[in-house]
């Protein structure tokens, strides 16, 4: 028994070599997970550039990354600002548009200005056969007049009228732009027919006659534009008088005076339409009026100085107040009741009551 338990020296040898064997191979199998293992992360290393410069920018030089050694150091790393959310060569932010314009008020004088009328029975045959002749359209028209005749009835006047070349072109074109306002000296029974003949489109937002006008020192029959518009930055009046607009010389613009002589007229569309469409986009026709036309030294170098604005109408208020009380006592005159007239009355001439009154009806 104790011999079978005693080795032989030659498979002791052999034993021996078998582990050796079988540690080696176990020592090759860990070097080579490692390696491979290394190289991965190597692989992940260099392809994560992000990696290798925060390693870089925080001072750490790791042997493995393909960087510079330390005989030669790497630059420091650049601060790499955020892009910006607006682009530098974005447009600047648009500015707010400018507030629209109102449209603008054109008021026009009639006789000498839009039309030329004559009484027919004084009217030369051959200024009409020359005029016809020539392309001027003209009409004839019966009109009520002022007058009355021996039997108290009033007269009835036979009228010639000669509209100005370019008349209802110039009416048309001007009030797709501006609110067009007819304002004239003349009597309503002879001026409101006329304008129904020339007006059939109704482009006239608002007629006035002779008494809407307003006298002052120097003339009578003035156009007083605050009647019409309290905003005089954007009315203009076209009138071949300059006398019809003394209280506003900054808004008007004087014209040629036509008749049915001038048969080559072309003032409507070649001057006073570009001039108008010229204006209606300024936020202010004043100054442009005052640089063409110097109306106020003009009115000065004929003897009208121009007096301070409020001075004038506190003289037309007046007038108009005087106006306005004749009107009352009459319209009381036709009043049955007189107790209640007379309460009515007493009501009315107060003076506050006919300022609110003036306000009212002539500056609305």
Known sequence: MAAAEVYSPTAAAAAQQQREKAASQAWRTVVGWIGFLVQVLLQILRGTPSCAQLLSFVGVRYPLLSGPTASNPSPEVAFMPLRSEIPADAAPAP?????????????????????????????PTIVRTQAVEAGLHCFDMECISSDKDAEGKQKVNHVTVFERPGLHEFLQKTSEFA??????????????????????????????YRPSTVTTEYREHVKDLSCVSKDFGRIVIVDNNPFSFILQPLNGIPCVPFSAGQHSDDQLMMVIFPLLKHLSLQKDVRPVLHERFHMPEW????????????????RIIDERRRRLKSDVVEMLTCIKNWE?????????????????????????
Request: overall charge negative; hydrophobic content about 40%; proline content about 5%.
């Open 95 to 123: 500015t707010p548009a400018p507030e629209p314009l109102g449209r603008l008020k054109v008021v026009l004088d009639l006789d000498e200005t839009l039309v030329s009328a004559y009484e027919s029975s004084s009217l």
């Open 179 to 208: 609110d067009l306002i007819l304002f004239t000296a003349g009597l309503e029974g002879y001026a409101r027919p006329l304008v129904d003949r020339i007006d059939v489109h109704n482009r006239f937002r608002l007629r006035l």
């Open 299 to 314: 009115f000065q170098k004929h003897g009208i100085p121009q007096t301070n604005q409020s001075v004038l109408t506190g």
């Open 340 to 364: 209640d007239a007379e309460a009515r009355m007493q009501h009315m001439v107060d003076d506050k009551e006919l300022e609110e009154t003036f306000e009212n009806v002539y500056l609305d």
